[in-house]
């Protein structure tokens, strides 16, 4: 079966089930496993240079702070036809993050090859780890991922368990810089099962922009930065987009070192199964515990 993979979150879920070496076409942000994608040709591009501009310049570039401009995203459909793919994996969940639905859907038809096209569109945790099994359904391989969901199924268990009974700090998480946006969706519950309390946003929950006088009024214990599509070394090159705004060292967590930057793309913006080592690196973040390997600098550094 032939693969194209327009969501990295997809494209993580292929590699989980064992299925990297049928990908024929991925986007240009799909990049783990490394040495699995490298070669599956591109089929997007990115409409701009999202590291040439600052927070602000992407946002508004993108239809500012409502979202609903363009995305950051284009489709090359002679290199998506040349695929020849049986099963295109996208989503419409979020215009900004990844080709929509509707435009490959679009492409598709003009193929006119009977290609299938699969949408996820996840919540929650439990969303997530379920889109694994529709992915495996499709790709012939649902006990498979019936097993694996399983799996991270324990491993979170294992997070809430060791984290159990502990003081729950009260955490802010960031997923934009500016305008601030508080990080929703499957994000909250990730904090809850590491034991903490997510402020500013519900589980499964399409969040909004905030005010900083929200984050203020709201008094973290913890501050997760974790910016939807920059590395950690990115993040920190606009960390004055926070540190400078009035009020921030007053903060109960910067004044106790509690903010941290975490690896956002590969553990908490992507609905992929790599948010179980998310929850298990929150884990460390909040109670120093230990949930699975131990956490590098590279998944968490203080900010």
Request: aromatic share 4%; proline share 8%.
């Amino acid at each position: 079966m032939r693969i194209v993979s327009l969501l990295p979150a997809a494209t993580d879920i292929v590699a989980e089930l064992g299925l990297a070496a049928q990908l024929a076409g991925r986007t240009h942000e799909c990049d783990w496993p490394p040495e699995a994608v490298a070669s599956v040709p591109v089929v997007t591009g990115a409409a701009f240079a999202p590291d040439d501009l600052s927070s602000r310049e992407i946002s508004d570039a993108v239809g500012g702070a409502a979202h609903s401009g363009s995305s950051l995203y284009t489709l090359d459909t002679e290199a998506l036809a040349a695929a020849e793919p049986d099963v295109v994996l996208t989503q419409d969940l979020c215009e900004v993050c990844a080709v929509s639905y509707q435009r490959v859907s679009q492409a598709v038809r003009v193929m006119d090859t009977g290609t299938r096209v699969l949408s996820l569109e996840p919540r929650t945790l439990d969303d997530v780890l379920d889109c694994m099994v529709t992915v495996g359904d499709v790709l012939g391989v649902r006990d498979r991922a019936e097993r694996r969901r399983a799996e991270l199924r324990h491993r979170l268990d294992r997070v809430s368990r060791l984290t159990a009974g502990r003081p729950r700090p009260r955490v802010v998480a960031i997923e934009w810089l500016d305008p601030l946006w508080p990080a929703g969706h499957w994000v909250p519950e990730q904090i809850g099962r590491a034991g903490g309390e997510a402020l500013l946003a519900a589980p499964g929950e399409h969040t909004k922009p905030m005010t900083w006088e929200a984050v203020v009024s709201a008094r973290p214990d913890v501050v997760l930065v974790l910016p939807c599509g920059f590395s950690p070394e990115r993040t920190l090159r606009e960390r004055e987009a926070l540190t400078a705004l009035p009020g921030w060292a007053d903060l109960p967590a910067a004044r106790a070192g509690r903010v941290w930057v975490l690896d956002g793309p590969a553990y908490f913006n992507r609905p992929g199964p790599r948010v179980v080592r998310g929850a298990e690196v929150l884990a460390h973040v909040l109670h120093d515990v230990q949930a699975g390997e131990a956490v590098t600098s590279a998944e968490a550094r203080p900010f």
